[in-house]
């Protein structure tokens, strides 16, 4: 039996995490700082939720006081093929590769929930509690100060073994556990992130507008997508994977083993009208157990509508003209936006 922190982390690895590290339940001072000016810019656009519970997001005691130490676990979820392959498919969509199968809200909270099962039974029920992005958390600083990797340019986290592709989540605990050494920056001068972004939503390295994100306005965002930004998207429907996929340090990445993240099928360059034909009924079942659901039919359809606006397919026309009358104000205005760019 060894200390800790190093039954802590076989276990976690045991369990199928994929990187684990440790730190103290503080955030640091610079992380803390970014947060405060992301949010006193209004760059987090119409998440509210930042803002109501900032100082729990910048104090993880203030989240839960007794927390001494956070475990940091990472969940490789490399693809085998190249994201950004079927963005030259005017007929189809692209759906981000971390939504293509299973929900991994799911699949990381059942891991954690097994590595807190065994943690109370090894320490006398010592207290603690796990997070999967569902928390005023702030996962990637502290996934950088255990070691995990660090924030790139792009605002996401770097691993030195997995590249862009890490899920990750947390485990508050009363243990005093000892840090690992936090992962410095390795971006160098590269831009590759930076430069790739279709809708610049880069102001600067190291800083997001979340307001011209792709990711942000077809998951997050309600209502209208501004019109200026809806010819960037592209067929982008449901999140954008530019600025992971070009970065240098994918090359060590390696593919995942995780049965529930194999993308399926239909929602591999899934074809734009299909989709588009969803009702409220037909997009749940479609969707079950992915994390597209949580969006609603609305505002899916209404990203699906944007694409067939940006495909110049003329044999896309009536899936959207079928829709210009939708109940739905937003897609019925995507609706009759994509009309007019096809008839154009």
């Given amino acids: 039996m060894g200390t800790a922190a190093e039954d802590i982390r076989a276990e976690a690895l045991r369990l199928g995490f994929d990187a684990v590290g440790f730190a103290r339940a503080h955030l640091a001072p610079e992380a803390r700082q970014r947060l405060a000016r992301f949010l006193a810019e209004g760059l987090h656009g119409d998440m509210g939720w930042m803002e109501a519970r900032a100082d729990q997001r910048a104090h993880p005691q203030a989240l839960w006081p ?3 130490s956070v475990i940091s676990l990472g969940l490789n979820y490399g693809p085998e093929t190249d994201p950004m392959e079927s963005l030259a498919w005017r007929d189809r969509g692209t759906i981000s590769v971390y939504a293509r199968n299973r929900d991994y809200h799911d699949i990381v909270k059942k891991r954690l929930k097994a590595l807190g099962q065994f943690m109370a039974q090894r320490f006398k029920h010592q207290p603690l509690k796990v997070f999967v992005d569902t928390a005023p958390v702030m996962e990637k600083p ?10 790139g340019k792009h605002t996401n986290l770097v691993s030195r073994s997995h590249g862009s592709w890490l899920f990750l989540g947390e485990i508050f605990s009363t243990l005093d556990l000892a840090p690992d050494a936090p992962e410095r920056d390795h971006c160098g001068s590269c831009r590759a992130c930076l430069d ?4 610049n939503a880069f102001p600067a390295p190291y800083r997001l507008d979340a307001r011209r994100c792709i990711s942000y306005l077809t998951i997050e965002h309600r209502g209208p997508i501004p ?3 809806r010819p960037l998207m592209g067929n982008r429907i449901y999140g954008c994977d530019d600025c992971l996929a070009v970065c240098p340090w994918n090359k060590f990445s390696r593919i995942h083993a995780e049965p529930a993240f194999l993308p399926r099928t239909d929602l591999t360059a899934p074809r734009l009208a299909e989709l588009a034909a969803l009702d409220d ?3 749940r079942a479609k969707f079950s157990g992915s994390p597209i659901k949580r969006i609603g039919r609305d505002r ?3 990203n699906v ?9 003329a044999a896309l026309r009536p899936a959207a003209q079928a829709l210009c009358e939708d109940p739905d104000d937003t897609v019925a205005d995507c609706a009759r936006w994509a009309c007019e760019r096809l008839a154009a």
């Fill in 227 to 229: 019109a200026e930004l």
């Fill in 300 to 302: 899916f359809v209404r």
């Fill in 196 to 199: 790739v972004c279709p809708t």
């Fill in 281 to 283: 009924a037909a997009f």
């Fill in 142 to 151: 502290l996934a950088q100060q255990a070691g995990l990797g660090w924030q």
């Fill in 66 to 68: 007794e927390a001494v």
């Fill in 305 to 313: 509508l944007v694409a067939i606006g940006n495909s110049g397919d």
